[in-house]
């Protein structure tokens, strides 16, 4: 698998999603993000919370993309071994960090319990990001390699991921639409043409049974955006009549 | 990875979902379903419209678990790669298939159109499954080794596994929970203690920052009823008066 620049995986880990007594709302919330910051999506993938088989997935989503986000698994009861897998993974030793456990000191107070601080226990080697904004705009993500260790409690989840977005920047991806009034089959060799023209540009064939005016909706996705507007451009010309409209 | 019985994955497979466009609905669906009937699910993965990605992920979830699940990728476009990618994962030709050619033709009768056809063109050695109702019930699921390939239109593929539902049956999850008011690191211990007595069951411990009157949601689920009943009891017990209620 090539590694690419701007690429990510999101890594959701908890057996709550798999049983359907948590909807996702991370994943769903980091795709719009990242794509908004230029960065593609290039895998999502949800595992139970067992240690091998999270490590396993952080190996491979590491080797293969440019950044990994995992949500959950990083609190201090016995289902929490997010940190313990990304360390076994890299083959690091897993210690205590001194930096955290002095900030979790401070901002719990009398509320700290013993077993707490096993939230501050984390893989050696481990770098502590607080964002562009530093030390006081939040709490910091422990990032092991270019796997990026987020919470799985999507409040949370998300005031970590404001503090270090500005992070993650790729070239802004252009996206166009057309939608059909014919179905699949009858403009399918349109598209490859316009596919095999334009080798940039990522074309998506999305039939829609319910739509009132339309049956099949096109989308064109590209870096350049030029290369998106002329592929674009050929598509509505190559379909005529079965256009309904474009976006 | 052992292939335990009763285990699914499910395989989502489109650009749309990794981009945003789309948000998952059969995913949501099917862990559900599955859950109902006593299937454990093991692994969710969304990959893009790529073939040797997609491919990789059957093989890999294949030997992992008893059934695998795919969604999308089945239409006549190019960006339809699922049929040549679970071929290609199994090493199989792709070939058309007459009863799913026939099939076509008497339903589409003249709107079926000559690139349509390429849904016809399925792995050698794949099994077409119409499931216990009969193939009056339902277009049929094709079916390669343990995979099922299930379309991406949400509505579709509810028909299509509706048809097929029985088929997937383990023993039955019992599933209790209990809710605690004291935080999570009070509670660890306690949890650590009940988890070491019922390696049967699986505890789960979901810190909620915004219910007003607990402060962690604990389940515990299993197939061995009175396991979870004792767990239950004995977590509830060790607890006091930390218990909130119990479902």
Redesign the interface.
């Known amino acids: 698998?090539d590694k690419k620049t701007a690429t990510a995986a999101i890594l959701l880990i908890?057996?709550?999603?798999?049983?359907?007594?948590?909807?996702d709302e991370n994943a769903?919330y980091l795709?719009?993000e990242l794509?908004r910051a230029g960065v593609?999506?290039?895998?999502?993938?949800?595992?139970?919370?067992q240690l091998d088989?999270i490590a396993e997935s952080v190996r491979r989503l590491s080797a293969g993309f440019e950044w990994v986000f995992s949500s959950g698994g990083v609190?201090?009861?016995?289902?929490?071994v997010t940190l313990a897998a990304v360390a076994a993974a890299f083959e690091r030793p897993i210690a205590r960090n001194a930096e955290l456990e002095a900030l979790m000191r401070r901002t719990w107070g009398e509320?700290?319990?013993?077993?707490?601080l096993?939230m501050a226990d984390i893989p050696v080697g481990a770098r502590l990001e607080h964002g562009p904004r530093g030390p006081s705009a939040s709490w910091p993500v422990v990032v092991v390699n270019n796997v990026w260790i987020l919470p799985g409690?999507p409040?949370?989840f998300r005031k970590k991921f404001e503090a270090i977005r500005e992070l993650f920047q790729g070239p802004a991806?252009h996206g166009r639409a057309v939608y059909s009034a014919e179905?699949?089959?009858?403009?399918?060799?349109t598209?490859?043409s316009v596919?095999a023209a334009f080798p940039t540009v990522?074309?998506?064939?999305?039939?829609h049974?319910?739509a009132l005016d339309y049956r099949v909706k096109i989308?064109l996705?590209g870096r350049d955006a030029r290369a998106v507007d002329a592929a674009t451009a050929r598509l509505v010309g190559s379909l005529g009549e079965a256009v309904v409209r474009t976006e």
Chains 1, 2 share one sequence.
């Open positions: 698998m908890g057996d709550e999603l798999l049983s359907g007594k948590v909807e769903r795709v719009h794509r593609t999506v290039g895998r999502i993938e949800v595992v139970p919370d088989v609190g201090p009861t016995h289902d929490d509320g700290l319990h013993q077993r707490d096993r409690v409040k949370i991806i179905p699949e089959g009858v403009i399918a060799d598209l490859d596919v990522a074309i998506g064939s999305y039939p049974l319910d989308t996705d």
